[in-house]
Nanobody
Framework: QVLLVDSGGGSVQAGASLRLSCAAS????????MGWFRQAPGKEREFVAR????????YYSDSVNGRFTISKDIDNIVVHLQMNSLTPGDTAVYYC??????????????????WGQGTQVTVSN
């Protein structure tokens, strides 16, 4: 069993920054990709960013491109999401996710087998 634990959320003012982290534990696990999704109240879970574990290649949604950066630790299965220039539109529960094998549509929740518990990010004016 693989366990993902999200952390780093909080309440901030618009324009501030936050850094989310997600650590994987459990059985020996080497992800194919890891990603971040978010879900605002009354909305579906949406893709934010993903990182291909072996190559480090990243991809972002249009809404966060240029403001958010996804990265990983070298020695551990940990992925981070640095979020800058936050706006109230970024308010959501953020979830990390891990895909264990190749597949299309790594922007879809369907591609990910493991999920963190979520961490709340609230941005106010």
């Amino acid at each position: 069993q693989v366990l993902l634990v999200d952390s780093g959320g909080g309440s901030v003012q618009a324009g501030a920054s936050l850094r989310l982290s997600c650590a994987a534990s459990g059985r020996t696990f080497s992800p194919y990709a890891m990603g971040w999704f978010r879900q605002a109240p009354g909305k579906e879970r949406e893709f934010v960013a993903r990182l291909m574990w072996n190559t480090g290649t990243t991809y972002y949604s249009d809404s966060v491109n240029g403001r958010f950066t996804i990265s990983k630790d070298i020695d551990n299965i940990v992925v981070h999401l640095q979020m800058n220039s936050l706006t109230p539109g970024d308010t959501a529960v953020y979830y990390c996710a891990a895909a264990s094998r190749p597949g299309p549509l790594l922007t879809s929740t369907m591609a990910y087998s493991y999920w963190g518990q979520g961490t709340q990010v609230t941005v106010s004016n």
